[in-house]
Each structure stands twice: as structure tokens, then as C-alpha cells.
């Protein structure tokens, strides 16, 4: 039975219109170590609206992150079940089918260099909108959620494993040969954990594609504390680009390319930026008329705000494009993805044509 309009409609409000308060000049603190580079100096970022942990930002790499980190009891509110949406139906239609249409263009790009039948492991697979068109394509699909209700819906050639954290998922070694984290691993608790869970169940030479915002972004530094991507308080780590491909190497991958393009993520970012800047604005109001949750029609606004909202977006798309051209160019993507090789194992390779390069010094 859907939920009544009244309780979507609350929902979808706490969901991404938060207060994020930009915290200024504050004065550095002492932190607790940085899972990256172990730096203690930090200096506090953002405020967020009930949530009494700041979002420090390190001295020595620029990883954002909540200090303390937030305790899993104050994690699991934050995903009620119409976070993940109704199947088929996560926003409007129109934005949905703009959504599967670019979405195909990127399936290319994740299959492209497997061999066919090869097995691909989704990380947070949702309701499984890659699996089903890498099944299309005669892979070997998987993916792992946190429950069943965040995967209703998704393709049932898909093979999907219920564990709250990677590890428990219980993959055998080397089992993959291709794993993705779309827009995840900023969600997680522990990210050098799960990459290094993730690197136990590639295959050597298995491919990882990780996908995040991208902190340190011509984007990010723009909108400051209306980044439409720092997703508040979701987002536990804030990821400059070089500090995700330090921790992909000291986890023993070897970083191969990045990526800074994105139709679906990146001009959109721009759009509900600047419209975060306007104070008058509800926060991430564009996003959330365009993202139906409830069967409502999902717009917790007035119609003029409706009007003025999609005159706004639909202004802004000309220079939210060339934005995004210009920051592909400079290679500052608001959200990028980056691809990683499992290094082959340090014992000889067998496999006389094995044309592996010398394996990434191994992690401390
Ligand atoms: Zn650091």
C-alpha cells in the first residue's frame, strides 16, 4: 500500500532540504587521526542541520568528513524506505527516462574491455539499473544492497547478496572480474575497509570503477555549502580526487584513469547549486520536485514555486552545459569516476601471456 501523501511529503522534505551551514574561518582543530593520511589537523567545514558532528575538512589531503563520525544508530534514519523509491518510478517519468537514456550511454562504458560472460559486481546496486542492461549484454550480473526493500524491483537475472557491510556478503576470493561503486563509497562508514574487501574478491587484473563528488571540484568550491553534492548528512566522507587515488593505492590498487565527465551528475550539480545560493529557495527544491518518491506526484511545493522552479532549472541548462564542458576540459569533474586494476599477484604468473605491468608497492 503506498504510504499517504501527507507522510511522503514529510519524508521527502528531511530527505535533502537539511541546512548545511558553511562554518567561515574556523579556527583549526585537533582531530582524530584521517583515515587517509593520518593527519590530526583539521579544520571545521559545515554545520548540518540536527546532526551534532561537524564535517571537518583534513589538513594534510582536504578529505571531508563527520568528526566523530556518525555511529550506525544515527546512520539508519537517514535511508527510510521511500529513499530508494518505487521501482521504475524514482523520479518523474520524463526525468526517469532522461535518466535510462544517458544511464545507457554509461554502460558502455563500464563493459567495455570484458571479455563476454565476464562476472560484474554492483556495490549498493539499488534497484539494479546497470545489472539489467549488463545482463543485456551476456555478463554475469551481481550486486550487493542493504536490504531487500532498497532492491525491489531490480532485474531478476540479477544474482543479489542482503549484507550491511561488503565483508558479510562473503564473496570467495577473486571472484570477479569487474567491480563497481557507483556513488557509494562516500555513503559508507568505512571506505578503505571496503576497498580493501573489494580487492580480495577481483580477480588479479580485475577492473574497480568508483564513482564520487568530487571535493575538490571547480564545483564544489564554487557552491561551498550549496554544493548539490555534498548530500548532507548522507555523504559521510567528501573525497578531493587526489585523495580518493591515494587511498585506491595504499589499498594495493593501481589507479589507471579518471574521469571527469558527467551528463547525468555534473550539469545538474551546477543548476541546484546555484539555486542553493538563493536564500529564498527551498534547499535541493529543484531535485526534489523532480524526484517523485510518493505517488503523490512528490512536490512538497506550491504550484508558482513549481513554475518557478523549472523556469530557473531550465535557464540555467545552457551554462550548467558549458560549465560542464569547461571543468571536463580542466579536468576539475563535480563528480568524477575513476578506474583501478587489481595488481597481478606478487608470485610469478604462470600465464605466460600475462602482460601485467610491475604490481603497485603493497599497502603499509
Ligand atoms: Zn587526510
Redesign the pocket.
Known amino acids: 500500500m503506498p504510504p499517504s501523501p501527507r507522510s511522503a511529503v514529510a519524508s521527502e522534505g528531511d530527505l535533502y532540504a537539511r541546512a548545511v551551514e558553511g562554518l567561515g574561518f574556523a579556527a583549526e582543530m585537533e582531530a582524530s587521526p584521517?583515515?587517509?593520511?593520518?593527519?590530526t589537523r583539521?579544520r571545521p567545514r559545515f554545520a548540518v542541520e540536527g546532526i551534532a558532528s561537524p564535517v571537518i575538512v583534513?589538513?594534510?589531503?582536504?578529505?571531508g568528513r563527520f568528526e566523530p563520525m556518525l555511529r550506525a544508530e544515527e546512520i539508519r534514519p537517514l535511508y527510510p524506505d521511500d529513499y530508494y523509491g518505487e521501482p521504475g518510478v524514482k523520479f518523474q517519468p520524463f526525468v526517469e527516462w532522461m535518466v535510462r537514456a544517458v544511464g545507457a550511454r554509461h554502460i558502455g562504458f563500464l563493459s567495455r574491455g570484458l571479455d563476454p560472460g565476464a562476472r560484474v559486481l554492483d556495490v549498493g546496486c539499488g534497484r539494479g539499473v546497470i545489472l539489467g542492461p549488463l545482463a543485456d549484454r551476456g555478463f554475469e550480473v551481481h550486486g550487493v544492497e542493504v536490504s531487500s526493500e532498497a532492491s525491489r524491483g531490480a532485474d531478476a537475472r540479477a544474482e543479489i547478496r542482503f549484507a550491511a557491510d561488503l565483508a558479510d556478503a562473503a564473496y570467495p576470493d577473486a571472484h570477479f572480474d569487474e567491480v563497481v561503486i557507483w556513488h557509494v563509497l562516500e555513503h559508507l562508514p568505512d571506505p578503505r575497509r571496503t576497498l580493501e574487501e573489494i580487492r580480495r574478491i577481483l580477480k588479479p587484473r580485475g577492473r574497480l570503477i568508483v564513482a564520487v563528488p568530487n571535493f575538490s571540484s571547480a564545483q564544489a568550491r564554487w557552491s561551498g555549502a550549496a554544493w548539490f553534492h555534498l548530500d548532507l548528512p548522507r555523504h559521510l566522507y567528501q573525497f578531493p580526487l587526489d585523495?580518493l587515488r591515494r587511498l585506491l593505492e595504499e589499498v594495493g590498487f593501481e589507479v589507471s584513469t579518471d574521469h571527469h565527465f558527467s551528463l547525468r551528475q555534473n550539469p545538474f550539480g551546477w543548476i541546484q547549486s546555484a539555486l542553493n545560493r538563493i536564500p529564498a529557495l527551498p534547499r535541493n527544491g529543484l531535485y526534489t520536485m523532480l524526484h517523485r518518491r510518493g505517488r503523490d506526484g512528490g512536490a512538497p511545493h506550491t504550484a508558482t514555486r513549481r513554475a518557478l522552479l523549472w523556469a530557473l532549472g531550465v535557464l540555467l541548462a545552457p551554462i550548467a552545459l558549458l560549465a560542464t564542458v569547461l571543468e571536463t576540459a580542466a579536468r576539475s569533474g563535480a563528480t568524477v569516476h575513476v578506474v583501478a586494476l587489481r595488481p597481478s599477484d606478487p608470485a610469478p604468473s604462470s600465464d605466460p601471456s600475462d602482460r601485467s605491468t610491475t604490481p603497485a608497492s603493497s599497502p603499509a
Do not use: K, M, T, V
Not at 584521517?34 to 593527519?39: K, V
Open positions: 584521517c583515515p587517509i593520511c593520518r593527519e583539521a583534513c589538513r594534510g589531503c582536504g578529505l585523495a
